[in-house]
């Protein structure tokens, strides 16, 4: 199952009932969402995948675990 601009709209506590539900039913899910939204799906997640388009032109499709994704977030921080 495909969820495109997930949870961009809806509250956080409605995107986690839906994961929670999917969670149960054991879809396997693509989740596409705002980078601001990546804290709601983070717990239902093994792996993201980052998509960068500088100027427009050719995309650039970065994929990192959940392990990964956490560690470099704390390196930043």
Known sequence: MVIDEAFG???D???QYGLRLFEQLN???LIV???QKIHI????VSSVGFVHNEEGR???L???SIEE???EKARMS
């Open 41 to 44: 799906i983070e717990p239902f």
């Open 69 to 71: 994704y956490r560690a």
């Open 62 to 64: 970065r994929n990192l």
């Open 13 to 15: 506590e409605s995107a």
């Open 27 to 29: 879809l396997q899910l």
């Open 33 to 35: 969402t705002p980078l």
């Open 9 to 11: 709209r809806g509250s």
């Open 58 to 60: 050719a995309s650039k």
